[in-house]
């Protein structure tokens, strides 16, 4: 049975047009490493979306790409450090095919006011892998006893033999 590791990907880019394919193709780099060439197509295009609308408002193109996948979620998030992209006025037609595309997303703020876009993507079904088991940590502080071996006979009554049954029965 395949199992899937939790995994992280972080990745630092100044946005420029020819910068967004190479991007692009760094994502779906690392979705095939994970063995998610299912999701690739999907989030590589929202990626480049995003990445193109902030090359294109954004004043600031310094960009951070983060994905995470946790063994049943692909949850990818796209931060810029321009305090003055309003991603509900600027993205608003990127931010409408993220949605339509994905399975859930979601726009804030950071502590630094740069604003994060992110979206997820979910394994669908018979593509889901567990995570790799821990080992469970021993729970007991005593020791119990090995029941004492009693021999079945000594517990048991004879059977009667079962001719005797059926004349008794008469």
Request: net charge negative; charged share 25%; glycine share 4%.
């Given at each position: 049975?395949?199992?899937?590791?939790?995994?992280?990907?972080h990745?630092?880019?100044e946005v420029?047009?020819?910068?967004?394919g190479?991007?692009s193709?760094?994502?779906a780099?690392h979705?095939?490493?994970?063995?998610?060439?299912n999701?690739v197509?999907p989030v590589c295009?929202?990626?480049?979306m995003l990445?193109r609308?902030?090359?294109?408002?954004?004043t600031?193109?310094?960009?951070s790409?983060?994905?995470?996948w946790?063994?049943?979620?692909?949850i990818?998030?796209?931060?810029?450090?321009?305090?003055?992209?309003?991603?509900?006025?600027?993205?608003?037609?990127?931010?409408?095919?993220?949605?339509?595309?994905?399975?859930?997303?979601?726009c804030c703020?950071?502590?630094?006011?740069?604003?994060?876009?992110w979206f997820?993507?979910r394994?669908?079904t018979?593509e889901?892998?567990?995570?790799?088991?821990?080992?469970?940590a021993?729970s007991?502080?005593?020791?119990?006893?090995?029941?004492r071996?009693?021999?079945?006979a000594?517990?048991?009554?004879p059977?009667?033999?079962?001719d005797?049954?059926?004349?008794?029965?008469?």
């Amino acid at each position: 049975m395949k199992t899937a590791v939790p995994c992280y990907y972080h990745l630092d880019v100044e946005v420029s047009p020819d910068r967004v394919g190479h991007v692009s193709r760094i994502l779906a780099a690392h979705l095939r490493y994970w063995d998610l060439d299912n999701l690739v197509d999907p989030v590589c295009h929202s990626a480049e979306m995003l990445l193109r609308a902030i090359d294109e408002h954004a004043t600031d193109k310094t960009t951070s790409i983060e994905m995470w996948w946790n063994g049943q979620h692909l949850i990818t998030a796209v931060g810029g450090d321009d305090r003055d992209l309003r991603p509900d006025q600027d993205l608003r037609a990127c931010l409408a095919d993220i949605a339509a595309m994905s399975d859930g997303w979601g726009c804030c703020a950071s502590d630094s006011g740069s604003k994060i876009i992110w979206f997820s993507q979910r394994a669908r079904t018979g593509e889901r892998v567990p995570l790799v088991p821990t080992a469970p940590a021993p729970s007991l502080r005593q020791v119990l006893q090995v029941p004492r071996e009693i021999p079945v006979a000594a517990l048991a009554a004879p059977a009667a033999p079962v001719d005797d049954a059926l004349e008794v029965a008469r």
